[in-house]
């Protein structure tokens, strides 16, 4: 694969990023914030410069650790997905688009001043111009871009010093007229006016001394550019009379023409349609790196990853992105479309600082950056709270145009991108890391003390119906070893449902030969187990509210059932098990039972997220008590990605260090041996009866199916969050 070439020095990198921000944010918005804030439109620019400080440090840090071609995209993709990555890398590729078409339509009305021009045709002819350029390479475009700010420093620096003496005080009066929702609302509207400042990130695989270039680059041109827009905006509003710059299409010539006369105005024109080209120039650079980074990652065409073998420069990319661009500025009106390029921006410079915590608080193999954000995690979460405040002034417009691009990249993910990559972000790690450190807590503290705070537990044998001795002898042996390591008790009872018109006292006294053979068999079967056991029946009209109330009576640490088949009127009506399950305040464990005798192989059956403690518990008591072993079994293939299958694995072995009996692990696609007890986690499912998907393991095993009671059942979040990371 070839690489772009290193030419952009510490010149280049400034130039870029200056360039990428003043445009449009000053030559353009400074009149329609003025009309939202009043003169504290000088604190807007101000606040706006500041609140881009967190997403610069994180970029700075990612770019010094990841110098590759694709910036924001790199950054989040690699840090939150791939998901994640495609909305940050198709949304960001169309705000720049946006923004270059909007600095090129914004600036020809400067030079409309000078001469008799139509905008849209002069604004292609400059769009078709810089696409030509980008082409070329970027040495090109870097000598261009450093010619071109300096040009336009020189100009605006003029209009400062030659203006700044001839501010009126009585302009700033009444500062706050917008208030704090003014203030804030104009925040949003200007903060894109600094979006370009990290632009440059997108470029760093083109950049010398990345480690040292970088963040120099961007945080030095951040800081310089603040500094310069407050300046011009505070001459701009202390020359002006109030509301002769609002409005206006032009408002840095009005406010020169005040001060400098006819030649300032020559030298606004001159330096605005610098500015606003170089903004376009930047823009079409870095943009057109994206869809090439999202392409070496497969997640779009790979066409557009091929460098020209003469210029070096990724043609395919940068023609597609000058066609939007060329697209933008003949049929779509860009200042209206430039605030859903706003509202995006703000977006993606929150996940830039979410990815910076997946990066540090992950595993994620060769992140060694050269420069260090400062203040971490606070500087980050500064970051994602502010951006949240500043979408929140946005308008429904923009937010739901930003969605309109989010659905339409997930789409293109799963229709394109999916099937082509093995790959996870780093934050989906941190996320299964932290889940797993929880859920081991969680078993721990079951393991080592399940029953402690019962003087003598006890678990409840709930038969609904007549039992063989061999069947009855699996449940109670079942039940057995989990009471035995606590001394805990065995009670069995024989549940009998009457019609309701029958009465229960009658019922009661009529013992049946149903009867009488669970009473002998049960004495006989009691006799087996070194626990104490206890039995006997009770008649109800309603099992179901019989068996909970019973136990809920005798304070039951577990109810143990068999599994029963479904019958018509179940299927339509619900199964009555699964309001046990739903309202018992036990654990009820359900069995398939196929004989339980000395069970040496017990395993312990996942879904790919982590093991429940409840079932935890139940497969090492019953191996404990047997003397025999544990199979931790999981889901795992080859397909998928390696930091999920690490630490899965990481996962499983500390578990397996938490229980007493011997334990194996093993990928469920490996496992060719016949187990003797299966155990998993139910899923609550009232269509269902509470059993969700059955699918015997073995055909010979027995299956217990573990319920935990609702007070240790994880909530619906935690159960989406462990399904989509694990």
């Not at 009585?170 to 007229?177: H, K, L, V």
């Not at 039940?479 to 009661?508: N, S, W, Y």
């Not at 179901?544 to 304070?555: L, S």
Request: aromatic share 8%; glycine share 10%; with cysteine.
């Amino acid at each position: 694969m070839k690489t772009l070439e290193r030419d952009l020095g510490l010149g280049a990198v400034f130039a870029i990023s200056v360039g990428a921000m003043i445009g449009s944010g000053i030559f353009i918005l400074p009149a329609l914030a003025l009309g939202i804030a009043g003169p504290a439109v000088i604190v807007a620019y101000l606040l706006a410069g500041l609140l881009v400080v967190p997403a610069a440090l994180s970029k700075s840090e990612m770019a010094t650790a990841m110098p590759e071609a694709g910036g924001t995209y790199l950054y989040i993709e690699r840090g939150m997905g791939p998901v994640l990555g495609t909305i940050a890398g198709v949304g960001t590729w169309f705000s720049l688009s946006f923004k270059s078409a909007l600095a090129l339509v914004g600036g020809v009305p400067y030079l409309v001043l000078l001469f008799d021009l139509p905008v849209k045709p002069v604004a292609l002819g400059l769009a078709a111009f810089l696409i030509l350029v980008n082409l070329l390479g970027a040495k090109q475009t870097g000598r261009l871009q450093v010619v071109i700010v300096s040009v336009m420093l020189a100009a605006l620096g003029w209009f400062v010093a030659g203006s700044a003496t001839k501010t009126q005080p009585e302009n700033y009066q009444n500062f706050f007229t917008g208030g704090v929702e003014g203030l804030l609302a104009a925040t949003g509207l200007v903060f894109v006016s600094y979006a370009g400042v990290t632009k440059v990130a997108s470029v760093a695989e083109e950049v010398e001394d990345p480690g040292k270039n970088i963040p120099i680059g961007i945080l030095g041109s951040l800081a310089f550019t603040t500094l310069l827009y407050v300046g011009i905006v505070a001459v701009m509003v202390g020359v002006t009379e109030a509301g002769s710059v609002a409005g206006s299409a032009t408002p840095v010539a009005v406010a020169a023409e005040v001060t400098l006369g006819q030649w300032g105005v020559y030298a606004v024109i001159g330096a605005a349609l610098l500015a606003l080209v170089s903004t376009a120039n930047a823009g079409i650079l870095s943009s057109s790196r994206y869809p090439f980074a999202m392409s070496r990652d497969q997640l779009a065409p790979p066409t557009f990853a091929e460098i020209h073998e003469r210029f070096g420069t990724p043609t395919t990319a940068i023609t597609l992105t000058g066609a939007v661009v060329l697209a933008l500025i003949a049929f779509v009106p860009i200042l209206e479309i430039a605030k859903l390029a706003s509202a995006f921006q703000i977006l993606v410079f929150v996940l830039i600082n979410f990815a910076l915590v997946a990066f540090r608080e992950g595993s994620t193999e060769g992140y060694d950056p050269e420069f260090e954000s400062p203040l971490y995690p606070w500087m980050q979460a500064f970051g994602v709270l502010s951006g949240v405040v500043l979408l929140t002034q946005m308008g429904w417009v923009p937010l739901v145009g930003a969605v309109v691009i989010t659905v339409g990249s997930v789409a293109w993910y799963f229709v394109y991108a999916r099937s082509r990559i093995r790959r996870e972000g780093a934050a989906t790690d941190v996320i299964r890391r932290r889940l797993g450190r929880d859920v081991l807590t969680e078993t721990e503290a079951f393991v080592d003390g399940e029953f402690a705070d019962d003087e003598t537990p006890e678990v409840l044998v709930a038969l609904t119906r007549e039992a063989d001795t061999e069947r009855e002898r699996a449940l109670l042996s079942l039940a057995a070893d989990l009471v035995r390591p606590e001394g805990g008790r065995v009670v069995v009872v024989r549940f009998d449902e009457v019609p309701d018109q029958a009465p229960l006292d009658h019922a009661a006294e009529l013992q049946s030969p149903a009867d009488v053979r669970f009473e002998e068999q049960t004495g006989d079967l009691a006799d087996e187990f070194d626990v104490d056991v206890e039995y006997g029946e009770i008649v109800s009209h309603d099992t179901k509210h019989a068996i909970v109330n019973y136990a809920e009576h005798r304070g039951v640490e577990a109810i143990v059932a068999e599994h029963e088949r479904l019958r018509l009127r179940s299927r339509l009506l619900g199964d009555p098990i699964d309001w046990v399950v739903r309202h018992a305040h036990c654990d009820v464990l359900l069995v398939e039972n196929r004989g339980y005798d000395d069970p040496q192989h017990v395993v312990l059956e996942g879904d790919g997220g982590p093991f429940d403690p409840a079932s935890v518990v139940v497969a090492d008591a019953i191996a404990g008590e047997t003397g025999g072993h544990v199979t931790l079994r999981s889901p795992l293939g080859d397909d998928l990605p390696e930091t999920r299958t690490e630490t899965i694995r990481a996962y499983q072995s500390e578990l397996a260090g938490l229980l007493s009996a011997p334990v194996r692990t093993r990928d469920r696609s490996a496992d060719g041996t016949d187990p003797d007890v299966v155990i998993r986690t139910g899923v609550q499912s009232r269509v269902r009866g509470g059993r969700g998907d059955y699918s015997p393991s073995a055909a010979d095993s027995t299956e217990v199916t573990v319920y935990p009671r609702e007070s240790r059942r994880p909530g619906f979040a935690r159960r989406v969050v462990e399904r989509l990371v694990f």
